[in-house]
């Protein structure tokens, strides 16, 4: 019988199912199966088969919607405990980047199968997809915080989740942290001994202040964080209206108008009706 690793996939379009002999499986390394696919818009599905993924939560979420992502989408860890919303044939789903898959191409996603199932039939194997990320999701719980094991004074290393947008930076103490590709964030030259202030900024700029974590490696630290928004974008200058252009157009000749000649007509002069001349005898 063939042993099974956390991830698998059956190729041909239809899961391996219990009885069913024969199918090849395409394994991936570290005991993790994850079926090749065209670049882009994409997703299969696996099980974590008790594992917790390499951006190394404690554990799956709660609703065992997760995903995991190709080398250029995990971004050496930059994309872990940042939520993805993914629409595929038959529905939508959210979930949390919480694993890698290397053999994954640009665009080709692995869901778990609980969330594979929300989106396809299980049986489709690989199906087209259009997944987004989201920004400030609303998360399960409060931010918390674990020191990794071998913490100390000397050297730091801690774990932060539910930040729900991927994290861009870190600050101990206002000491920088350097993330690494499995989530932790660690300063070589420790922070010294505690309590510490965690201050860290999202991919959106928004950022969040944590205070008060022990130095008590291995145990999960909830706490009350503050918020603070992003800082606000610098207003747009309004823009000058440009001046108007002097025109091309040749000016309108300007008509000057006559003075006006008032013409005043004289009546003829009243004529005397005629007077009859009556004829003289002449002289004697």
Not at 108 to 134: M, Q, Y
Not at 141 to 165: I, M, P, Q, T
Request: charged share 20%; aromatic share 6%; with cysteine.
């Amino acid at each position: 019988m063939i042993a099974l690793s956390k991830r698998w996939l059956a190729t041909g379009g239809a899961v391996v199912l219990a009885g069913v002999l024969g199918l090849a499986l395409l394994l991936r390394d570290g005991g993790a199966a994850c079926a090749a696919a065209r670049a882009g818009g994409k997703a299969t599905f696996y099980d974590l088969g008790g594992g917790t993924g390499n951006c190394s939560f404690p554990s799956a979420p709660a609703d065992d919607l997760f995903v995991a992502l190709g080398e250029a989408d995990y971004d050496d860890g930059a994309a872990c405990g940042g939520y993805l919303d993914v629409k595929g044939p038959k529905g939508k789903v959210r979930v949390k980047v919480i694993d890698s898959c290397p053999p994954c191409e640009p665009g080709h996603i692995d869901l778990s199968r609980t969330a594979f199932k929300k989106i396809a039939n299980e049986v489709d194997g690989i199906v087209p997809v259009t997944f987004t990320k989201v920004r400030s999701p609303k998360v399960p719980g409060a931010v918390s915080v674990r020191l990794k094991e071998g913490s100390s004074r000397y050297w730091f290393a801690a774990l932060v989740d539910n930040h729900g947008s991927p994290l861009r930076s870190l600050k101990v103490n206002g000491k920088a942290a350097t993330r690494t590709d499995f989530n932790y964030w660690i300063i070589d030259g420790g922070a010294g001994g505690g309590p510490f202030t965690i201050t860290f900024t999202d991919a959106y700029g928004k950022t969040t202040t944590v205070p008060g974590i022990k130095l008590k490696p291995g145990v999960i630290q909830k706490v009350l964080a503050k918020i603070a928004a992003p800082p606000p974008k610098p207003p747009v200058p309004a823009k000058k209206k440009p001046a108007p252009k002097p025109s091309t157009k040749a000016p309108a000749p300007v008509v000057e108008s006559a003075p006006a000649v008032v013409e005043t007509t004289t009546p003829p002069p009243a004529q005397e009706p005629p007077v009859a001349l009556v004829a003289r005898p002449a002289a004697c």
